[in-house]
């Protein structure tokens, strides 16, 4: 039986992954699967991230771009270490 994905990046240029799994924990060695090309890498999440909730793939900085599907989904506006929470405490939509 092959293992579940955690995470799910639909793009390699995407900068966040959303969670595809109940319960997931900080500490969780993900599986993570970029549906574009179905490959797959690791990334160990850094906090407890509800079920269709957001994780950084890299270090983001204040002003940079939330970047999903391929397109821009926001504004981060705190920093965000690799592996941890995306949501709206750090990521604001552009659009007001």
């Given at each position: 039986?092959?293992?579940?994905?955690?995470?799910?990046?639909?793009?390699?240029?995407?900068?966040?992954?959303?969670?595809?799994?109940?319960?997931?924990?900080?500490?969780?060695?993900?599986?993570?699967?970029?549906?574009?090309?179905?490959?797959?890498?690791?990334?160990?999440?850094?906090?407890?991230?509800?079920?269709?909730?957001?994780?950084?793939?890299?270090?983001?900085?204040?002003?940079?771009?939330?970047?999903?599907?391929?397109?821009?989904?926001?504004?981060?506006?705190?920093?965000?270490?690799?592996?941890?929470?995306?949501?709206t405490?750090?990521?604001?939509?552009?659009?007001?």
């Amino acid at each position: 039986m092959s293992e579940i994905p955690h995470l799910l990046v639909h793009e390699e240029a995407d900068n966040v992954g959303v969670v595809v799994v109940e319960g997931l924990k900080a500490g969780t060695d993900m599986l993570c699967c970029i549906t574009h090309d179905n490959s797959t890498f690791r990334l160990t999440s850094k906090a407890d991230v509800p079920i269709g909730h957001k994780v950084a793939l890299k270090d983001l900085k204040a002003g940079d771009t939330a970047m999903k599907y391929g397109e821009d989904i926001g504004k981060i506006i705190a920093d965000i270490g690799k592996g941890e929470h995306v949501h709206t405490h750090n990521c604001k939509t552009k659009r007001w």
